[in-house]
């Protein structure tokens, strides 16, 4: 699980927007539950958009079966973010915690969108679960 720019700031950053949920509370859940399924879940987090491609880099050579990532801000910014993911061909599913379309303009396009496996959007933290249980159905499936 990859998460962008300022997700460290979850549950104190605009709550009305985002929820209440602290980024370390929804990986302490992710975790659990993926372990409860006889799989492995690893998080990051990062503010800088090198260390997110190094870490989508990273993926590939550790045998990452599946990316969930809430790119953040550079969902509708970042080509290098989104050549990074193309070049590993992992399957991955974007997040977002918000309505990026019930936001700024800006907000409405997406860099990922496109080439994702799927888009979860506008769930809250409950996106991440449901990210999780798909990525591991998916994983099982094939």
């Known amino acids: 699980m990859i998460n962008g720019p300022n997700l460290n700031l979850l549950g104190s950053r605009e709550p009305n927007v ?40 990273d993926a590939k050579k550790n045998n990452v079966c599946f990316i969930l990532i809430n790119p953040g801000a550079y969902t509708h910014t970042s080509i290098s973010v989104r050549d990074a ?22 907000r409405h396009k997406s860099y990922f969108s496109d080439i994702a496996s799927g888009c979860i959007i506008g769930l809250g933290s409950h996106g991440y679960e449901l990210g999780l249980i798909a990525a591991i159905k998916k994983i099982q499936q094939s």
């Open 18 to 57: 985002y929820g209440m949920d602290d980024l370390k509370s929804i990986e302490n859940r992710l975790t659990k539950k993926a372990a409860d399924l006889n799989f492995e879940l690893g998080c990051f987090q990062t503010n800088a958009e090198h260390e997110m491609i190094e870490k989508i880099h």
């Open 85 to 106: 993911l193309l070049s590993v061909s992992i399957p991955f599913y974007e997040i977002h915690l918000s309505n990026t379309f019930s936001r700024e303009e800006f």
